[in-house]
């Protein structure tokens, strides 16, 4: 008797806190010191995930921001092969993802052998946005993603050297291959309200992104 044989891929996905409120397990314990079985820490009825999301403090029920602040786990997005999940106790809930050795594709951003990775955020303020992610870039052949906004124009995000497995904040930026990689010209999104979807594209191998962050404040700093 013949049988086929398949080939199956199980993604880790890190555990989700029991109250449902968008925030991991992890994050609740060692971030942001919420209880996970509490929905909204504060009472002010507006739960933790979506307080952090916007940039409040969850445990403050007077804490208010005047700016957008959407924060995202690199690994919340729709991932497609071979970009992958990788585990980096560094990492802000363990878990990064990578552009896995032998996959880089250089300076084609529609090559058919590029994964990617995708997300899907809500806008409730029009206006310009910028997005800052927490990166690792050991040298100048990893060290860079093809990024797009909405399936707008595919930009080359050459990022901010980290050192060796060294994660740091960079703004996604427009920036020539020479150029100085702290000197930033940012990428600014002008963004309707409704719903966007920004794409992480692999162009060289060996870059890791741990998470990101949308804001429509154009001076916010992350520092590492």
């Known amino acids: 008797m013949n049988s086929d044989a398949c080939q199956v891929t199980i993604l880790r996905v890190a555990p989700v806190g029991s109250d449902d409120d968008g925030l991991k397990y992890a994050e609740e314990k060692d971030i942001y010191a919420t209880e996970h079985y509490n929905t909204d820490g504060d009472g002010n009825g507006i739960s933790d995930g979506q307080e952090v999301s916007e940039g409040a403090d969850p ?61 899907t955020f809500d806008v409730s303020t029009a206006g310009d946005y910028i997005i800052w992610g927490r990166v690792i870039a050991n040298d100048a052949a990893s060290d860079s993603f093809f990024v797009s906004m909405d399936d707008g124009e595919s930009l080359t995000w050459h990022t901010k050297m980290s050192g060796t497995d060294n994660w740091t904040w960079d703004m996604v930026s427009i920036r020539d291959y020479d150029d100085v990689r702290d000197a930033s010209n ?30 429509d404040d154009m001076v916010y700093l992350l520092e590492n």
């Not at 585990?87 to 300076?107: F, L, R």
């Not at 940012?186 to 992104?209: C, M, N, S, W």
């Open 59 to 119: 445990l403050n029920s007077n804490s208010q921001t005047e700016y957008v602040k959407i924060w995202m786990e690199a690994e919340e997005g729709d991932i497609v092969t071979p970009m992958e999940f990788a585990e980096d106790a560094n990492a802000s809930s363990g878990t990064c993802i990578v552009v896995p050795d032998g996959n880089g594709t250089n300076d084609d951003p529609f090559s058919s052998q590029a994964g990617y990775a995708e997300y």
């Open 186 to 215: 940012p990428a600014v999104y002008h963004l309707e309200v409704g719903t966007h979807t920004f794409k992480i594209q692999q162009r060289e191998d060996g870059t890791k992104i741990d998470r990101f962050i949308v804001t």
